[in-house]
């Protein structure tokens, strides 16, 4: 093989990589183009996750909000409760004694 033959052979094989190398790109690019329904698609999608969190957290916060109003009226109604009940307690302890007191009186008057 001379020089002339080299060069050519060499010139073949580099413009046969590159027709394969662009042929390659053509494919590639092809099928893995993106229409514009599908940016569309997309951003509406992406759009729509966006608000959907937007409304997680406000119902989140609604709910921590309202858990925390709950739980001061419970603890509100519990310390109501034990202040009635030691008032009954209270009650019957005095109605006992006037109970005794009226039989002691009743007894005495006999």
């Known amino acids: 093989m001379n020089r002339t033959e080299f060069i050519f052979a060499t010139a073949i094989i ?17 099928f893995s183009r993106v229409s514009k329904n599908d940016i569309d698609e997309l951003e509406r999608l992406a759009r729509e996750l966006h608000e959907a969190e937007e409304t997680r957290d406000q119902a989140i916060t609604y709910l921590q909000q309202r858990e925390a109003e709950l739980t001061n009226q419970l603890t509100q109604s519990e310390a109501e409760l034990s202040a009635a009940m030691d008032g009954l307690r209270d009650a019957r302890a005095e109605a006992e004694e006037l109970r005794s007191y009226m039989r002691k009186i009743q007894q005495q008057a006999k």
């Open 14 to 30: 580099l413009f046969v990589s590159y027709m394969i190398g662009w042929f390659s790109h053509w494919l590639l690019h092809t």
